[in-house]
Nanobody, 125 residues
């Protein structure tokens, strides 16, 4: 089985920066570099949303509101991927989850089958 563990989140002031990491361990038949990796966030009463994904070719995609502020990256040798969050806004607050899915990046977050437990991010004004 594949296990994902997010780094500790934290609290940051608006305009500041925070970096999340996600360590992937275990094996389910696919090499790490074949995975689509993603970051997602959820707030109480709201649906989980995709923040950013990065495919096996290292091509990133971002949710519109984080474009140009967040950067997703991966280090296949370390089986780790990251979300660099710059110029954060209050609305970036939430529980952040990392996820991995072998093959092409799914269009819907529900299609990801391997998830971390989540880490909280709080942005204050």
């Amino acid at each position: 089985s594949v296990r994902l563990m997010e780094s500790e989140g934290g609290s940051v002031r608006a305009g500041g920066s925070l970096r999340l990491s996600c360590l992937v361990s275990g094996y389910d038949g696919y090499d790490f570099d074949h995975y689509c990796l993603g970051w997602f966030r959820e707030n109480p009463g709201q649906e989980r949303e995709t923040v950013a994904t990065i495919d096996s070719a290292h091509v990133p995609r971002y949710e519109e509101s984080v474009e140009a502020r967040f950067t997703i990256s991966r280090d296949n040798a370390k089986k780790t991927f990251y979300l660099q969050m710059d110029n954060v806004k209050v609305e970036d607050s939430g529980m952040y989850y990392c996820a991995a899915e072998p093959g092409w990046c799914p269009r819907l977050w529900e299609t990801f089958t391997n998830w971390g437990r989540g880490t909280p991010v709080s942005v204050s004004a």
